[in-house]
């Protein structure tokens, strides 16, 4: 092949990685860019092209009771389950990635399952755990459509991501590191505190992160666990689109387009989440 | 500073013996160094003292304490760590504070001896620093400083200066050296690098394969070597096999017949032969206790001194370090020549080494 060949090969692979690029990030784009548009759209029966542009629909949804409430316990339940996540799971991968114990392997997998198991064989799952909780007490336990019951099920969502994401810090973590603190006087917990944590904070917030955005736009399995009149925000938004099709529903997933880019925003500002993913 | 005493201290995993019956006193102020090629167990017997390793038998005791089931976090020994392992997320200063400060030392106090011990390693001007970004040398002193501001019992050095380059490296032995005498520091020194051990230390410690083989100082070990692992080990030696046939003669595998004064009993030895203790010269050398003719079989030109391996018969070969003088005899590869050296030099060894004549064990 010619020099001059070979150039123009590359130049070919450049320009067409690029559209390819372009292509697949225009086409990961396009829903979030259209629901924006549509958001603003005047007309109540979203039709293309449009009459008019308000902010109507923003403000109607703050008149909507079901997706206030069903914002604010999503939101709750969004941070207590990524709370209790995370004081399960550091522990957890602090243990699967230092010790070596029959089962180990087993134990890891199982931490790994709420992610792998399709959100409605999940929820069926837990429902039936419930109802037959229920029986076992005969009634005493009210945990079926509870939010008790409900967060725990959001529980099992958020774990395997910070499973999986604290893992990939300390692995990364010189363990040396923990012998010099303790040759300087620091028991295990002091250890722990001062020296491990901020080693492997990236991988903490990375993970409590992405727990909270998978327990916050959560709906097959929080399906089968909400109790009557307490829905979370996916499932306001399902129950609405039922009765009508009208831009509200794309200015209810603005809003929590906005949130949940604004949380990764913030949180990339004190952790580089593209060095721990 | 305290004086630090290890009893019979050993570390089996399963079969495999990693530190074994290791006894060794340390005197107050004293710089020891363990000095063994890797595995041999100098690491484990320095994180038994730390307290990261825990002795399947023996005792650890600094001063008055007996502190073999005590945890690392309770021994006060500053250790500095071949990697150095400064927390990357604390500053220079507050690296060098984290032992006071697990110590409860009151804030101001602390700050004083941060200072004091950063001026010491000459980083007074860097304590805000992150570790990132100061150079290998300047990491290196900050672990040092880490290691000696909370004013440990005992100073111990886990190969501390081969992340260093080999210029570097000359300083920093001096310097630690004479911080170690001036603060009277117990010290005890990990290393492989027999320079770097012979040029540090008060009194040195062979180790090979879990053992202590040898304890004593530079001039006991190079002199007076306790055994033909130590002879090899420390400076260098050429050895000839053969059998001892009196304690004042040794026959070589060649046939050739040694002068030598040994306690040894009679039986098959080999003999070590330190090469610049070898006289080399054109003629007979008739007042030497050992003369014999050979032939320059290999010339190893090395500056200010040359090798020479003499060949004494098919089996015996001998090497000669002499010094590269203008006027002095500088034979060539075939010459003939004569080889001399006293009964006094001839260190004899039980057993016959399966690798005799130009065996030449050298460490690096």
């Excluded at chain 1, 792998?116 to 929820?123: D, N, R």
């Excluded at chain 1, 001062?194 to 736009?217: C, D, E, K, Q, Y």
């Excluded at chain 2, 012979?198 to 040195?204: G, S, V």
């Amino acid at each position: 092949m010619t020099a001059v060949g070979s150039i123009d090969t590359r130049a070919i692979g450049r320009w067409a990685l690029i559209g390819v690029a372009g292509l697949t990030l225009f086409y990961i784009l396009l829903p979030l860019l259209s629901i924006t548009w549509l958001s603003f759209y005047s007309q109540e029966i979203p039709s293309f092209p449009p009459e008019g542009y308000t902010f109507r629909w923003y403000f109607s949804i703050l008149s909507n009771d079901r997706f206030v409430d069903g914002l604010l316990l999503s939101i709750q339940l969004g941070v207590s389950a990524t709370a209790i996540g995370l004081a399960v799971s550091v522990p957890a991968a602090l243990c699967l990635s230092r010790f070596r114990f029959p089962g180990r392997e087993a134990l890891n997998n199982v931490l790994l399952l709420p992610l792998m198991v399709p959100g409605v064989v999940l929820g069926t799952a837990l429902y039936v755990f419930h109802v037959e909780a229920e029986i076992a007490t005969g009634g005493e336990l009210h945990i079926l459509g509870s939010t008790l019951g409900l967060l725990s099920g959001h529980v099992l969502v958020v774990i395997p991501w910070v499973v999986r994401l604290v893992m990939a810090s300390l692995a990364g973590f010189d363990r040396t590191l923990e012998e010099a603190a303790q040759n300087l006087g620091a028991d295990r917990w002091t250890t722990f505190r001062r020296i491990t944590l901020p080693g492997i904070l990236p991988g903490v917030v990375a993970g409590a992160m992405f727990g909270f955005v998978a327990s916050f736009g959560n709906l097959e399995m929080s399906l089968f666990l909400v109790g009557p009149g307490r829905t979370t925000l996916p499932i306001a938004i399902l129950q609405y689109l039922e009765w009508k099709i009208d831009p509200s529903i794309a200015a209810v997933s603005v809003v929590q387009i906005v949130l949940i880019g604004a949380a990764m925003l913030v949180t990339d500002r004190f952790v580089k989440i593209s060095r721990v993913v | 500073m305290a004086r630090l005493e290890l009893k019979q201290l050993s570390k089996r995993y399963g079969d495999f013996f990693a530190a074994r019956d290791v006894t060794l006193d340390v005197a107050d102020g004293e710089f020891l160094v363990l000095l063994g090629p890797s595995g041999c167990g100098k690491t484990t017997t320095l994180r038994m003292i730390a307290g990261f390793v825990e002795p399947t038998a023996g005792s650890v005791q600094i001063g008055e304490n007996d502190v073999t089931r005590l945890p690392a976090w309770k021994r006060n020994t500053g250790l500095v760590f071949q990697s150095y392992a400064l927390f990357p997320h604390l500053t220079v200063a507050q690296n060098v504070a984290f032992g006071l400060e697990m110590r409860k030392v009151p804030k101001a106090e602390a700050d004083r001896q941060v200072a004091g011990a950063l001026e010491l390693v000459r980083l007074g001007h860097l304590g805000e620093r992150l570790p990132r970004q100061l150079s290998g040398g300047q990491q290196q002193r900050v672990a040092l400083a880490r290691a000696l501001a909370f004013r440990p019992d005992v100073l111990l050095l886990d190969e501390p200066l081969s992340n260093l380059d080999a210029k570097l490296r000359q300083e920093v032995r001096i310097e630690i050296r004479k911080l170690q005498q001036s603060l009277n520091l117990t010290t005890v020194m990990v290393t492989h690098d027999q320079e770097e051990a012979l040029t540090m230390a008060d009194r040195l410690v062979v180790m090979s394969e879990g053992s202590v083989m040898q304890v004593g100082s530079q001039r006991d070990l190079y002199e007076r070597p306790a055994d033909r692992f130590v002879a090899g080990f420390v400076g260098r030696s050429s050895f000839v096999s053969g059998t001892l046939e009196t304690p004042q003669l040794f026959r070589t595998a060649g046939g050739i017949p040694v002068a030598c004064n040994t306690k040894l009993m009679p039986g098959p030895a080999t003999v070590a032969l330190r090469p610049e203790r070898v006289t080399v010269a054109p003629a007979a050398l008739s007042d030497m206790d050992n003369d014999f003719p050979g032939e320059v079989e290999f010339v190893s030109y090395l500056g200010g001194l040359i090798d020479l391996h003499v060949r004494l018969s098919p089996k015996d070969l001998v090497i000669a370090q002499i010094p590269n003088r203008e006027d002095g005899f500088m034979p060539a590869v075939g010459e003939k020549v004569h080889v001399g050296w006293t009964a006094a030099t001839t260190a004899v060894f039980p057993g016959a080494g399966d690798d005799a004549g130009s065996d030449e064990l050298q460490p690096d």
